[in-house]
């Protein structure tokens, strides 16, 4: 403890009080104990939050089995003798349940280590130098809000029956025959993907004109092909009236008067902040449609609060958490890191195809840069790898004409693990020609972003210029 005011409870006053055990919290949490500061951390539910427990860790186990499943449909198309029986839903919770018990004890294990001092319960804001867990109150210097998000849902939408959110799919002990998924936005889309591939019949519902609508349209295309070619019905530009969950099925019917009948209704339409009642306005923190603005140091405008994580408005992912919670852990300690860089965090949706993009969207790019920019799109029938896993899909790059590549952009089977390379590219503001002499494993999908590069650099190899 390197501060307590007198007259408080010294035991009870810390560095920092975190309040949320997610991704954002405990990375700051984490971080903070690294470099010396004491640290109290508040969680009301399990330390690791959504993405641990009800987010990214078990969505990609259940779609690391949804992989399975079409190994085993697909297997002659690679000579291979052997059929899928089908989905034992008990085996595939218990495979993604031991993944998550397993990061869960080593989470708590470095939690612990780290002598953070882990708190269960409530808490709430009390001041902006307190947070309060029943009869507990934590005194901090400074206090960093944390809370996340939680699945969103529309007017006259309730969960139960046939009615589900991500977090209720999660834990489904049967594969549903017909499966309604309201909204193609990333979560939409990841599992009518798995739900596909474990048998069901799947539509997907979404208001506007295209799936993952953030992404840039030549993806999007693309998805909508390789779905419509996995027999994923996808209804664009179809808005959600009501839904009514009946004796046999529940019963969508859209703003056209069109009517779909399913057996479970998957609603995915986005996720909201969980900031209410936690006594952050009465603190004077200023709340914004429920979100927490913050300056590009992850300031609330209360000196001493800051906030991380999905509750500040921008990409909610786990890993712009984690790095927003080490950056308020260093900022604190005295360091003065770089704030993070919004721009260059790597979105990755993880549907089959995957998609990965860094950096702007090629209609992004033309409002900021006018017609300065140009594009290329380097196709995976060329690239040998994706050949061997039978995908299809291609990398894109968005460039600034004669200047730095600025997005990456790609879509195909495990391109997810092309992230790494994007990210250097568009965050290092690389030039084709810088990329291009770099010599790229062959044959690996990596591959592919060099080849990309190479076209764009005016010396093509197994692509056109
Ligand atoms: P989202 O914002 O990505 O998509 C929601 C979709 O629902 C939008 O396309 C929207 O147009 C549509 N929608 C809204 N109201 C509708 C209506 N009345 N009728 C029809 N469609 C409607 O939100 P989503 O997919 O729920 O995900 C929430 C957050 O979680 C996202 O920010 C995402 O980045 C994050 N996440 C990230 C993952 C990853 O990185 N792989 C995985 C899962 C979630």
């Not at 400074?142 to 834990?171: D, F, K, N, Y």
């Amino acid at each position: 403890m390197t501060s307590a005011d007198p007259g408080t409870d010294q035991t009870d006053t810390f560095d920092i009080v975190v309040l949320g055990g997610g991704s954002g919290g405990y990375a700051c949490a984490l971080r903070a104990t690294e470099l010396g500061l004491s640290v109290a951390l508040v969680e009301q539910g399990k330390l690791g939050g959504t993405c641990l427990h009800q987010g990214c860790i078990p969505t990609k186990a259940l779609l690391h089995a949804a992989e399975v499943a079409d190994a085993a449909r697909e297997s002659a198309k690679f000579g291979v003798k052997a059929s899928l029986d089908g989905i034992d839903m008990p085996g595939v919770h218990s495979y993604k349940d031991g993944v998550i018990s397993r990061l869960y004890k080593g989470l708590q294990g470095l939690i612990s280590a780290h002598k953070v001092e882990y708190v269960e319960g409530t808490g709430r804001l009390s001041s902006p130098t307190t947070v309060t867990v029943g009869d507990r109150v934590l005194t901090g210097r400074h206090v960093v809000l944390a809370t996340g998000s939680t699945p969103r849902l529309l007017p006259g939408l309730e969960v139960g029956g046939r009615i589900a959110t991500s977090a209720q799919a999660l834990t489904l002990d049967h594969v549903p025959e017909r499966v309604v998924v309201l909204g193609g936005g990333v979560i939409g889309v990841e599992f009518a993907s798995v739900y596909k591939s474990f048998g069901a019949e799947v539509t997907v519902v979404e208001a506007l004109p295209r799936l993952v609508a953030s992404e840039d349209e030549a993806v999007s295309k693309a998805l909508e092909r390789a779905f419509k070619k996995r027999k994923i019905t996808v209804r664009t530009g179809a808005r959600f009236a009501s839904a009514t969950d009946g004796a046999d099925a529940v019963t969508i019917t859209l703003e056209s008067g069109d009517t779909i009948d399913a057996d479970l209704l998957l609603v995915a339409v986005g996720r909201g902040p969980v900031t209410a009642d936690l006594g952050y306005e009465e603190a004077g923190v200023t709340l914004e449609r429920g979100f927490v603005p913050t300056d590009e140091r992850c300031r609330t405008g209360i000196p001493g609060v800051y906030a991380v994580g999905d509750i500040v408005p921008g990409l909610q992912l786990a890993h712009r958490g984690f790095a927003q919670g080490i950056f308020v852990a260093e900022d604190i300690a005295g360091l003065a890191p770089a704030p993070v860089d919004e721009q260059t965090i790597p979105r990755v949706t993880y549907c089959e195809p995957e998609i990965t993009a860094v950096g702007m969207t090629e209609a992004r790019a033309r409002e900021e840069y006018g017609d300065d920019v140009s594009t290329y799109e380097y196709n995976l029938g060329g690239n040998g790898k994706s050949q061997i896993l039978q995908t299809q899909g291609f990398v894109k790059l968005v460039r600034r004409t004669d200047g730095p590549v600025v997005g990456v952009h790609m879509i195909g089977a495990r391109m997810s693990e092309q992230a790494g390379e994007a990210q250097l590219i568009v965050g290092w503001e690389a030039l084709p020609d810088d990329v291009a002499p770099l010599v790229h494993a062959h044959p690996t999908q990596n591959e592919a972003l060099g080849e990309a590069h190479l076209a764009l650099a005016g010396k093509p190899l197994h692509a056109h210029s």
